[in-house]
């Protein structure tokens, strides 16, 4: 390496800084600067949140059709009774990954992918924060996912539930290493989901474009904020969990053995502890899609902006405060339970709030039925009934008759695909145009939406009267003499009519990519930031960070300034604001794009699976985690003169 | 084997109570749903219809909606005000649950395995003390109070038609009382998911007037008598001679193991391997020759009799009343 002698006096590089309208030289030189290397090698060392946010969208939905695919293998298993397809071995294995998948690969990771991609473009940022770690989380997750289902091909996938409740998930009812890839999969996960939620609180506080204070921000902001920091609070909780499970599998502790002074219960109350908050981790960025979609479609802004915000934080409060309704057949003491079913009533609130408000936003609003918005208002019948089978399930004696029956597999489903999965589909549609530059069929579309909430219904609906008629969950076969053969069959074909329409979904967004009707910047007339730059966005997201003057930017008046000057084009600058009120504060260079964090997460993965093995495996597999995380981290010559002169010039 | 197994048909108190809370709950919610799509659906309804070039109305921006408001405020107060009724409901019920009388109750303690249920009778003189698998008697309109334990991992006991779940964990004993006011048999099944035959580890419930029921418990506390037809005594001998006596117990032979389904009166048994299968010589034949074939996973091993030994077997082991 060469020495520059008239560094730091005489700064050898002179920063070109944007200009408000910015000229063809410096868009090309943001597009230069913000853009992802070519080649494999710049495949890997990609770390453009738009580029992570389409991979992990990508990865997320084939996780959701891997799981769909096991699903519909049950469901051909218990459309009659005493089947002889699939065997329990097989069977318990089926549902353990289907749950898992649905939970830890597809529901949380797909809101948290969807974010990647639309947050810096909601909030008005050139970039997410921490774009290296935002690509680890990505590689980290990936390979979690590939881990588990390698696993599950070499017939060495988990089988004790998605729950994994000791001690039939312990050493002595588990043996092998069935579990051990369970629990290290959770680790995984984790790890991924705990750093995509501080790269989104870092995010929306500090990134914001000048002027979007708190109460300008759209509400599918809002929610994934609160979502973060759910994560925060819950995710730890699994995470000590599952490693004092792997503990007692793997070194010979006994936190979960009653026999050694362990408790078995405490392995529920930690994954509920969790596993509750789980649920409205899915939910919440739904209710966010929703948010989003209402106001474009019936043309005014949400009714009741505070109390939605409100309710979003009070629902994410409350949702830690209702665990043990998952454990009321536990011996627990009953006045306790009783206020566990308070809270788990009280949580309909917020949500009931919500809902009124959405209904208000299109009782007076100007309808625009499209896909999106059919999506959305498919929403208000199932998640409706989700809720309420629901508050149902908080009563002590009702959930007494009815848990761990197929009732709970209805109200779940309904819970899920109605309140995440359709929002979601919805949103899909909603934000495929800006992703792509091009619109899906809207013909398409329709058929995709149709089959999905009939077949759905018919799908899951019949589960209901089946539990109340004393089907348990998790039964690889039932006699003939139960009388459940006819729902159940029911039941397959609407999941045959859901995985259709989910085929259809499949074919829409494929071939929407090269024959999809051209989108334009804004196709669906919408007021937040992210329609006010092309489709696809340009690498660095807006030619001129924009400034922001009110909760709909581009529905509203646009009184000057509208937007930063003198950010460089030929650095990665970036303005990072206040938190409350989005005033500008300093400006900070982030890092370009490198393999390291791709090295990392390949590190860091043979540690997690070799620890599967040896114990050794954590002290050895460290080596080459701190190699990569240091070279990650060390600091280049020529990036550190470039931002001193970025620092000095006027 | 057609025994019920429904929690909105109920034959006790404490499904009933928990029916009648079910009832209230489905009204109220099916009241609360309607009322929602209906305003949905009026909603989008008399929304004119628009395009994305439909200018935004930004009124709600410049004054606020008073109506709107009130409206959306009235419905979250309704609703909180049918949660309350919905919660006292619930706590009301748990109470009268909670306050069944257990005068003069039959005490037993049932004992799960993977996959089966140990049914031990209690009784203040030992002697009296009874052990069977899988049907548990009770005599109709006496309370009834379960003591739950676990040998290996969680299952959970449940009998929809009388009561509602309980959870027996390991290292913790819960308890459940419940009462049967009509003769009949109940079909229960384990409802926490313990393994591999997790969906075969069912029971009975058989209640009866209780004078029968003192006369069966009478008979259970009988060991059975030596064998008098010949097949049946060389099937005994073979039982004790070969490796069911690992795990089984017979009262009365030099059989008492404690691992499998106490086999004393095995042939008064509605049910074969905790309800997969009816009992009859030939469906046991089926079980003991190939249990992994009914039960994949089962802990029961396979044994090769030959025909002859299996048939005297299956003579002895249903002679067992």
């Known amino acids: ?650 | 084997m057609s025994a019920l197994q429904d929690s909105l048909h109920t034959f006790g108190p404490q499904a009933g109570h928990i029916l009648d809370l079910w009832r209230l709950t489905l009204l109220i919610c099916t009241a609360v749903f309607t009322l929602v799509l209906l305003g949905f659906l009026y909603a989008i309804w008399r929304a004119p219809k628009a395009g994305p070039h439909t200018p935004p109305d930004l009124g709600a921006f410049e004054h606020s909606e008073p109506t709107l408001q009130r409206n959306v405020i009235a419905a979250v107060i309704v609703s909180a005000a049918l949660l309350l009724v919905l919660v006292g409901a619930s706590v009301w019920t748990d109470r009268v649950l909670a306050q069944m009388s257990l005068r003069d109750a039959l005490h037993v303690q049932v004992t799960a395995h993977q996959w089966w249920w140990e049914i031990q009778y209690d009784d203040a003189q030992p002697a009296r003390v009874f052990t069977t698998a899988n049907e548990l008697h009770v005599p109709v309109g006496r309370p009834v109070v379960l003591t739950l334990k676990s040998d290996d991992v969680i299952h959970s006991f449940w009998v929809p038609n009388l009561a509602g779940k309980k959870d027996l964990i390991p290292g913790r004993t819960a308890q459940m009382q419940f009462r049967a006011d009509k003769a009949g048999v109940y079909r229960g099944q384990c409802a926490e998911f313990c393994g591999y035959q997790h969906a075969w580890m069912a029971f009975l419930v058989v209640a009866d007037e209780p004078s029968r029921y003192e006369a069966w418990a009478a008979g259970q506390r009988q060991a059975p008598p030596p064998p008098a037809d010949p097949v049946a005594a060389r099937g005994m001998r073979i039982f004790l001679g070969s490796t069911c006596v690992m795990c089984h117990n017979i009262a009365g032979t030099d059989a008492s193991a404690r691992k499998a389904p106490d086999l004393s009166h095995l042939g008064s048994r509605q049910t074969l391997a905790a309800g997969a299968l009816p009992n009859n010589a030939e469906k046991l034949a089926a079980w003991i020759a190939e249990p992994q074939k009914i039960k994949p996973g089962v802990n029961m091993p396979a044994h090769a009799f030959a025909p002859d030994d299996l048939h005297a077997l299956v003579v002895y082991l249903e002679s067992l009343k």
């Open chain 1, 1 to 650: 390496m060469t020495r520059d002698p008239a560094w730091p006096d005489k700064p050898d590089i002179e920063p070109l800084r944007n200009t408000v309208p910015p000229s063809a030289e410096q868009i090309l030189a943001l597009e230069r600067t913000w853009r992802d290397p070519p080649g494999w090698l710049g495949f890997i060392s990609a770390i453009n949140h738009k580029t992570i946010g389409v991979r992990f969208i990508v990865t997320a939905f084939g996780f959701f059709v891997a799981g769909g695919l096991l699903a519909a293998l049950m469901r051909l298993q218990l459309a009659r009774p005493e089947s002889r397809l699939i065997g329990p071995d097989l069977y318990n294995q089926l549902f353990t990954m289907h749950g898992t998948t649905m939970m830890f690969l597809f529901a949380v990771p797909v809101m948290q992918a969807v974010s990647v991609y639309l947050v810096p473009l909601m909030v008005g940022a050139r970039s997410i924060a921490f774009p290296r770690m935002n690509a680890y989380a990505f590689w980290v997750y990936l390979f979690g996912g590939l881990m588990l289902y390698v696993a599950f091909a070499m017939n060495i996938g988990p089988d004790a539930g998605w729950f994994a409740y000791v001690p039939l998930s312990g050493p002595d009812y588990s043996p092998g290493k069935r579990v051990d890839f369970w629990a290290q999969l959770i680790t995984f996960t984790e790890l991924s989901g705990l750093l995509e939620a501080v790269i989104l609180i870092t995010t929306v506080f500090k990134l914001r474009a000048p002027g979007m204070t708190l109460n300008r921000l759209p509400l599918f902001v809002w929610g994934m904020l609160v979502t973060a920091f759910m994560v925060l609070f819950a995710m730890p909780s699994v995470m000590l969990a599952s490693s004092a499970l792997i503990m007692d599998r793997l070194v010979g502790t006994h936190f979960y053995n009653p026999a050694e002074g362990g408790d078995a219960l405490l392995w529920q109350h930690l994954f509920w502890f969790f596993g509750h908050p789980e649920v409205y981790l899915i939910f919440i960025p739904g209710l966010g899609f929703i948010s989003a979609i209402i106001p474009t479609f019936s043309r005014r802004p949400i009714f009741g902006y505070s109390a939605m915000v409100l309710a979003l934080i009070a629902t994410a409060f409350l949702s830690f405060g209702l665990w043990v309704h998952h454990m009321f057949a536990t011996n627990l003491p009953e006045l306790g339970k009783s206020f566990f079913t308070a809270v788990s009533m009280m949580i309909a609130i917020p949500s009931a709030v919500q809902i009124f408000c959405w209904i208000a936003t299109l009782w007076t609003g100007r309808l625009n039925l499209k896909t999106p918005l059919l999506f959305v208002l498919a929403f208000f019948v199932i998640l409706v009934i989700g809720g309420l089978s629901g508050v149902m399930l908080a009563s002590v004696p009702l959930d007494l008759q009815v848990h761990d029956t197929y009732f709970v597999v209805a109200h779940l489903h309904y819970v899920l695909i109605g309140g995440a999965v359709f929002p979601l589909i919805g949103a899909i549609y909603y934000w495929y145009p800006k992703i792509t530059g091009r619109l899906m069929s809207e013909r398409l579309g329709r058929w995709n939406f149709w089959l999905f909430f009939v077949g759905f219904n018919i799908a899951f609906f019949p589960m209901h009267l089946l539990g109340l008629m004393g089907m348990p969950r998790r039964v690889y076969t039932y006699p003939k003499e139960m009388g459940w053969g006819g729902l159940n069959l029911l039941s397959t074909v609407g999941a045959v009519m859901v995985a259709f329409s989910v085929l259809l979904f499949l074919v829409n967004a494929w071939r929407s990519r090269t024959h999809g009707a051209l989108a334009g910047d804004n196709p669906w007339g919408a007021g937040t930031l992210e329609w006010g730059t092309s489709s696809p966005p340009p690498a660095g997201n807006f030619n001129a960070v924009p400034v922001v003057h009110g909760r709909e930017p581009l529905w509203e008046a646009q009184p000057e300034p509208t937007h930063v000057s003198g950010l460089a084009a030929d650095q990665r600058e970036v303005l990072v604001t206040t938190v409350l009120e989005a005033h500008p504060d300093h400006r900070v260079v982030f890092p370009v794009p490198t393999p390291w964090p791709f090295v990392g997460a390949v590190a860091t993965t043979v540690l997690f699976v070799g620890s599967i093995f040896t114990p050794w495996a954590v002290v050895w597999g460290m080596v080459p985690v701190a190699i990569a995380l240091t070279a990650w981290f060390w600091p280049r010559r020529r990036e550190t003169r470039a931002h001193l002169a970025l620092e000095r010039s006027p």
